[in-house]
Each structure stands twice: as structure tokens, then as C-alpha cells.
């Protein structure tokens, strides 16, 4: 064994202790409850991959950020995934003969990238993904924005919107102007700035692409026309939808957006999706280029500076991904949570349930002296065979003062009492820390009245 | 992005399909479920490790398995974690202060190693380990082997024992048979092979090892003296201790050993954990060289062959380990189960709960016609508000008997059917496939109906 060292974590990477894992598994508890509620399935992927499933596939910034593995009899070239999202294609077509089409996939874990640490930006971090393989209709777009609004309000958020926007349109947008390739590319990125630089910004933009000024006018006044109605309604949204396709009806392409999109806003509303949580973008670009139609960017809507965190959801229909593993490909859309922005808010919040604890430990059973020790054993035994957490006190020799001070420090709600009174009249005292409420009961009723203190 | 590749997952490395999760999920919630009732809290860390946290640790041989992990700025040498052990200890040293003593911790996670690829050995397993750091006293060994039968136990395992012995003792009877150093370690690792060669192989192994006959004669008496009680009882528990008590009396280390065991079994009864679930056996090692006392190993009681997997829970106490990354150790014991073999056994043996199908879906709501898809949406949000998990048929254009193959298929359990008649007079038909018990009910009482069938 080796000398003592500095226990230290990678740059980037966290220790959750007990209280974080107890919060972060109740958000993805109850999002995953969500998911499958929707049907979606859980899928695992390993955290490897071979080194060539993920290159190629994000673009080269994104590549430089990915942790290469090896062994040293280094066999293999391995990779921690990016993301949830190749590793699911890659599965996909491996596992296709096993798989019955549509395949509803959901998957909550860690993903890795080699990002400059700073606050709130980590190199382990959890992504939260429910996707649809085999469907090329409205349908799975429908569910994909439905399920991450009701996941949301799960959490209890009700003041966020889920843009959407569909990739088809905002290429007809561009044709329409007289763009295309290159400058196609550079005017999705032009507008993808609009929250950050405002109109003028992104009209600067452009004309440094080179863009006419005659065309500008026309393109900004396409993407902003679903803003100007400036609320969020379904009406609202048919009737930017309206007025889009008046104008852009010589452009296939949009014309093709408009339509899909005027699918989706139906689906969604016999879906029940809330209105107010619904946002037709025409500006919403989403930066992934592997997009093929709709696209949907959730974001709260918070005046607090402290919670301006970007996008809290995002995804969208990648149709042609698959066909990287496959022969032909398959329709597929997403959506993905952004899980760690999530609880940073509900930290910052409190949004978590008064019921969730910062201990599983329901109750401590405390021991008296070492002599009748094995009273508070056999307590603790039929406390737990009755399902009551129960945490055996465990160091000799402290007085029962320090003992609830333990409960206390750590957030135990009840705890029982042993003494010799107790063990010889057959009772328990049990006393509940929080409004100090004690009572002493039957050995018989002790699982009984501790629930009750627990309720 | 890249060509079309061939789909392909590193060596030793799974997928896990839904069927799959759902079925290791139930398996690690059962166990999660005990630990917590135990009182142990849930811990996470990172995946990678420094690989100075890592280095060291575990001896030459495993050594080389470790994965190493490198981004491409590479300012860190990292290692994907061996086990769950190292990073508890380095966790506990970092966190100290946030962490009130003792520290019950489990965690239940993915680990790596580069091992050759063969039938059920993976280089990405799970282990699930509960530990107790800062008690000295024998109450944490105790609950350490307790909460292990009791998992097991609430797995639906019963014919398996936890064999127990403690290191101290060994090395007393080493001692005491005129053995130190190099040649205690030579005895240790000739006992350890006694379940695969049998005592005259030992016998022969020591011999070779230079210990005289005389000796060897002496040792194989000690060890093998609480087998030949060959029952699984409190009372032969503390007649073998007793045995070897008046034996050993000189020897100081023995002594002690022989005190914490029976310490140890006397708590085992006051816990009520179950006496033919406890095996005392002195010539029980344990490989790993960092336990300092009582060590404990369960094995299946099977006489099936397939079912010889080795041992399907291993632990003990370790209390010099957390020294490496602080000034002070901390008395520490642990328990881990060994979760991928028990999994194999549950799947051969069919251990699961009927209740637990293979997909997470409770009824498929069918399509009619794309007329009226907008009623079938209807119905799958109102079941879905209602807590049902609920898949919403999405391909268009299908007949309702490929619907219903396609939920037979699935395992999806109930279909519901929203046709013309059934809209016209606002009911819903539900079927339930395993019985093709049928029920035409009035739309408002669809949930009620559908809950009943799922029943």
C-alpha cells in the first residue's frame, strides 16, 4: 500500500453525500415515473464505447472534449459516452432483431465531457433522455413535447415554455430569401444568437454574412412574426402558422414545416398539453446539426437574473442518425431534460416535497448501557422487519443526551428509548424530536405508535 | 459525419434491454430498500478517479485491469473505479466535515475491470456494498452480515450461509503452529484453496511450502474443527470458539479474534438473523490482504452445478484503509453483494415476483381511424393523469388486430378500443390479453375498469 495522499476528486467531478443523493434520485424518480407513464421503456447502455461508435459524430469542438479509456494490454480504443444519444442508435441497431418497433426508450445517467470547469458546469453530469425509434408522424413529436411538460410540471414548474420551431421551415425561410449551403448554415447561426444579441444583433450579423438588407427585413420579419403575437395560446399559434403559409406557399420545404408543425400544435392539444406552456419560435434554431424536422427548446420563464439558466429542455427529430449503424434509417425524435439545471433551481427553490428527509433513517433506537444492549437489538429487528428504517445507535458508553443529539444533528425524526424501566415493564419510550411529543407504549404497540409519529 | 459503421460494443460490455432493466432494477431496489432500512445512506462518486486515488491499492495483479481515462488537453490522468471501497474511503477523508460519525454508507454502482472476456464475466459490472465507518465495537460487524441475509433473504434466497472467521484468529494459528511473515502469507493463501483442492491438496501446498508435517497436522485440526460440527447453529457457533479458546489461550492475537467472534455471533441472535444462514468457519481467507478482522463470505448451498458461482456476498473489516488518505485510520466494515451472480441464479431459478412484467406499459390505447386519433389522445391523457402507464398506438394506418398483436407482442397487458360505435355512445372498450376478459364501459368509468383489470 502506498503513502498517505490528499484525497482529492477529479477537476469537474462530484461527491453527492447522502442528503444530495436523496434529493436528485426524488427528480429522477419522478421524472422516470413520468417517462413511464408515456410508455417509455428503460434502456442501459454500457459507459464505454468503442472509441469509432463515437467520433464523427458531434463535430470537432465537441470532440476534443471527449475522455479516450484504455487498458494497459489496451485491446481496445474506448470512450466515455458524450452523450445519451448516439450510445441509443448504436443500441438500437445491434439489438434491432430484439426490438419491436416503436421503440420508446427513456435513459437517465451519467454522460462525460472535458469541458474548462467553471460554476454550475461540471465533467460528470447526468443526462435525462426519452426518445422514439420508428415513427415518421406527429405522433412521437406530440408525446416527446407532452411528456417533458408534464415531467416539468411533476416537479412543480409552471412558468417555463416549450418552444417550438421545425428545421424544414427554416430552411424554406432561407430558400425563400435566396439563401443557400454556407450561407443556409451561417443564417441558422446568425439567428440562433437572437436571445443573446437581439434584432439588431442578429441583423448585424447577417449583413456581415452578406446578406441584403432588402432580405433581412424579409427573413427577420418571417422569424419573429409567432413573437410579435406575444402570448402563448393555441389560437395564437394557428394563427402565426396562417400567416406563414400565405407567404411561403411557393416553398416546398416550408411548406412542409408549416404543415408538420400544424400537426404537432393539434396532437398537443388533444393531448392536453397546458397552452400557456406551449410557444411557437420561428427563431428557435437548436445548434445540433443533426436535426431533420421539428425542434423544441424548453426555457423558464423568470424574471430572477440568478435563474436565467438557459434552456431547461431541449431535442428535437434526428431522422437520418440511425442510418450511421444501419442500412437505411429510421425516424426517431427526442427530448432531453436538462436535469442538472433542474435542480439547481429546485435547490435555490426549495421545490422538494416537506416528506423527503435528509436521511433515510425513520427512527434511532438508542441503547442504554451495554448490559441490556441486546433489548434495543431485537427492538431495531422488529422495527426493520416491519419496513421502518432504523439505525441502531452503535458507539459504547454515550449517555442518551448525546445519543439524541445525534438524531438531531442528523435529522432523525423519531427515536426510542430502552432503559431498564422500560425493558422491565415490557415498554418503549418514543419521542419525536421535532415538536418533542413523547410517549411511552406497550413493546406490542411500539411499530404501531411509531408509525403513527412518522405520519 | 462518418461512414455507415457495424454497430459493436466494447468486449465484456451489455446492453441492457427493457426487459432487462426492469428485472435488475426490482433486484437493486430490494436490496436499496434493505440497506436503507438498515439505517445505511446512499453515497455516489464520480465514475473516474484520479489515478493517484487508485494506484496502489489494490496489488500488482489487479492493478492491471484498471482502465485509465485521458481527455485530449489530458491535464488529469484518470482511472475508471476497481470497486466501491477505495472511493468510500477517499469520499469519507474529503468530506469529513460534512459527515457525522458513524458513516453507514451503500452504494450500488458500475465498476471496471479489464478482465479476459468470458461466459459471465464482464469488464462493466455492478457491485453493491454497505459500510460502516468509525466503529470499533463488533455492532457494525454484526449489522454488516445481518443486512446481507436479510437482502438475500428478501431476494427470496434461503439456502445459502455466511461463512464468518477473523483475520486475528489466523494469524494466531499461524502463530501458534511457529509461522510469521512470508510464511503466514503462504498459509493463508494454501487455506484459501481449500474448497477447490481439499485438505490433502492443502496438506500438500503447505508441505511444499516447507511447514513440517507436524505442524501441518496441527493447523488442519484448527481450521477444519468448526466444519466438523457440519451444522449451521448458534450452539455449535460457540462450542467451535470455545474449542479453539482452551487451544489457544498463549496466543494473544487468536484470543482476541476468538473474542470479537463470539462478540459477533451473540449480536448476530439479538439481531434475530436466521442460525442456518450463519456458517463459523476458521479456514475461511478471504483474498483480499486489507482486512484486519472479522471477514465473512455467503455461498449458495446448492448441490445444482450450474449454480456453483462461488461466493454471492464477501466482506470484513478493514480498519487501516481510510489511513492512506488521512492522518488518523478509522475503524471501517463492509459487506458487498455480489449482485451480477445473484442475478444469474434469479434468472436460471425464475426468482422474480409474477407482478413484474417485461414491459413498464399497463395498456395500449388503440387507434381507430386518423379520424378520430384525436378521442384515442383524449383517453391516453386521462388514464395517464390517473397514474396509468399508458402506450398511445402511434403508427398510422394499422388494423385494431395488428394493435392488439403488436400489445400481445410487447406484453402489454390491457388494450383499450375507442372505435366509431364506442365514441358515439362515449364508452371505451378494454380488454384484458391474458384471459381475453372483455368490458365495454361507459368512458367516465374507463380508469376505474382498467385499474380493476390491471389488478
Known sequence: MSQMIKPQLPKGMRDFLPADVLRRQYVIDTISAVFQRYGYEPLQTPVMELNSTLMGKYGEDAEKLIFHAKHPQGDEDLALRYDL?????????????KIALPFKRYQIAPVWRAERPQRGRFREFYQCDADTVGITSMDADAEAVSVAVTALRALGFTDFAVKINNRKLLKGIGEYAGLTGDALANLYR????????GVDGVREEMAKGGIDAAVIDKIMELITSARKENNLSYVAAHASIGTLREILDSNDDAMQGLSELEQLVRYLQALNVPEQNIDLDFSMVRG?????????????????????????????????????????????????????RLITIMDKRNMYPASLNRTVVQALVTVFSPEIRAESMKLASELRAAGINVELFMQDNKKLGQQFGYADKKGIPVVAVLG??????????????????EVTVAHAEAITTLRGLLA
Open 85 to 97: 444519444t448516439v450510445p441509443l442508435v448504436r443500441a438500437y441497431a445491434q439489438n434491432e432483431a
Open 190 to 197: 446568425s439567428i440562433d444568437k437572437l436571445d443573446k444579441i
Open 288 to 340: 445540433l446539426s443533426y436535426y431533420t424536422g421539428p425542434i423544441f427548446e424548453a426555457v423558464l420563464l423568470s424574471d430572477d437574473p440568478e435563474e436565467r439558466v438557459g434552456s431547461i429542455a431541449g431535442g428535437g427529430r434526428y431522422d437520418d442518425l440511425i442510418g450511421l449503424f444501419r442500412k437505411e434509417s429510421l425516424a426517431t425524435v427526442g427530448i432531453s431534460l436538462g436535469i442538472e
Open 420 to 437: 431498564p424501566d422500560e425493558v422491565a415493564n415490557g415498554q418503549v419510550k418514543l419521542k419525536r424530536l421535532a415538536d418533542q411529543h
